[in-house]
């Protein structure tokens, strides 16, 4: 079977598709992954099909519309600011994932940002459609939605949060989507569900049930099914200075925020170094798309180091909580100290410090050195957050996330 895997967002977007599609793959299935072109050498290299869709992640996060959202103080603040900037790119979006479905393919799985675009052009072209989120986006009583924040408003209020979000989300989709619906001969469709799509669709999440269960009043067909971990590029090697740093000491923290764009990253940078030198702990800091650097006898900066590599290396993680380095973070089986900044980043971190391996979360707007510092030494001084986390680790080790999406091709077949 043609297997079209589409997504858009950053690395964390991506790289989770990139393990699914291996997986796929090895079960006789032609998987192609659709994502935006400045990771196109991080899909092929492991073998499978690429097409390319328009918008740079990084660029749009680096701009001053990207910049308002990493400084929003408030969830609504920061939802307002998501729908000015998304809506100027969708429409590009949207016409690049009516290009690469165009290219062919028997079946669509759509990440939470395609899913809306792929649901149209499926029912359109008679192509079987399957959600494939990394995120519970569906509403529930059981936790807030995922851009609200962490505080849970009660069973009822969680479900009136939710009904808001949906129609904040909403105003990024429907214009691009209603058009691309005209354009394709179909009814239009009263925006006004979860990103305006049918309910009784099928939904595979790529989480586990371990870390958020799968809520009791969530319609059939939608399953929790485990993580899907990314692959690892078989020809990487690690750096010399890397192995030698973690060869003169005891095990470091790593410090990385991924693809948050901060508007001063010599600041964040010198606060990161203050932090580890009042904890007294050695630091690996990852550049990532902020462009970090702090480098002494005791820290060193990297670029791009698989997590399931170098992760199980360190002796707890500091992080902006996404979803992809937060399941980096619980499979290796070691202490975070989450710093959200936007998004879901909030929800994550709070089921970090829900399982036992987090203390509170650091929102990313209020960290200082000392605030940091103080976090890294309960974190790394705290034996039952490491005992927990190898706890949960062992019980991901045993789940295989890519098995109900087998299934449901199979059914398909």
């Known amino acids: 079977m043609r297997v079209l895997i589409v997504t858009a967002g950053s690395w964390g977007d991506v790289a989770p598709y990139t393990g699914l599609g291996v997986r796929l793959r090895a079960a006789g299935h032609e998987v192609v992954l659709a994502t935006h072109t400045r990771f196109e050498e991080a899909v092929t290299a492991h073998g499978l099909g690429f097409r390319g869709l328009p918008v740079d992640p990084r660029a749009e996060l680096a701009s001053s519309a990207g910049q308002g959202l990493a400084r929003a103080v408030s969830p609504p603040v920061a939802m307002a600011r998501v729908i000015r900037m998304a809506r100027e790119f969708m429409p590009r979006l949207t016409q690049g994932v009516v290009d690469v479905v165009r290219q062919g393919a028997d079946v669509l799985l759509a990440s939470t940002l395609t899913e809306p675009m792929c649901s149209a052009l499926g029912e359109a072209l008679a192509l079987p459609t399957l959600g494939v989120p990394l995120q519970p986006i569906e509403p529930t009583a059981a936790f807030p939605p995922l851009v609200i924040g962490a505080r849970s408003f009660g069973p009822y209020g969680n479900r009136v949060a939710a009904q ?33 799509l049918p309910r009784g669709r099928g939904v595979l999440h790529g989480f586990s049930p371990r870390v958020v269960g799968r809520p009791a009043d969530w319609p059939a067909g939608h399953e929790v099914c485990g993580y899907w971990w990314p692959a690892t590029d078989p020809g990487w090697r690690p750096d010399p200075r890397l192995l030698d740093f973690l060869d003169a000491g005891p095990p470091p923290v790593f410090v990385g925020f991924g693809s948050l764009v901060a508007a001063d990253a010599e600041r964040l940078s010198a606060l990161i170094a203050e932090a580890l030198r009042r904890a007294r702990l050695r630091g690996i800091v990852q550049s990532g798309w902020s462009g970090l650097h702090a480098e002494g006898d005791d820290l060193l900066t990297v670029r791009e180091v698989p997590h399931d590599w170098l992760f199980p290396r360190t002796a707890a993680v500091v992080h902006h909580a996404g979803a992809g380095t937060t399941a980096a973070g619980l499979r290796a089986g070691i202490p975070a100290v989450p710093v959200p900044a936007q998004l879901d980043q909030h929800f994550w971190a709070a089921r970090l410090t829900a399982l036992g391996v987090a203390g509170p979360p650091l929102r990313h707007q209020h960290l200082t050195a000392p605030r940091l510092a103080a976090a890294l030494t309960t974190t790394t001084g705290t034996p039952a957050l490491a005992t927990h986390a190898r706890d949960l680790a062992a019980t991901l080790a045993r789940e295989d996330g890519a098995g109900p999406v087998l299934t449901a091709l199979e059914r398909l077949g």
């Open 164 to 196: 808001a979000l949906w129609a904040a989300t909403d105003r990024i989709f429907a214009p691009a989507v209603g058009a691309l619906r005209r354009e394709l001969g179909l009814a239009p469709r009263r925006f006004g569900g979860p990103l305006g």
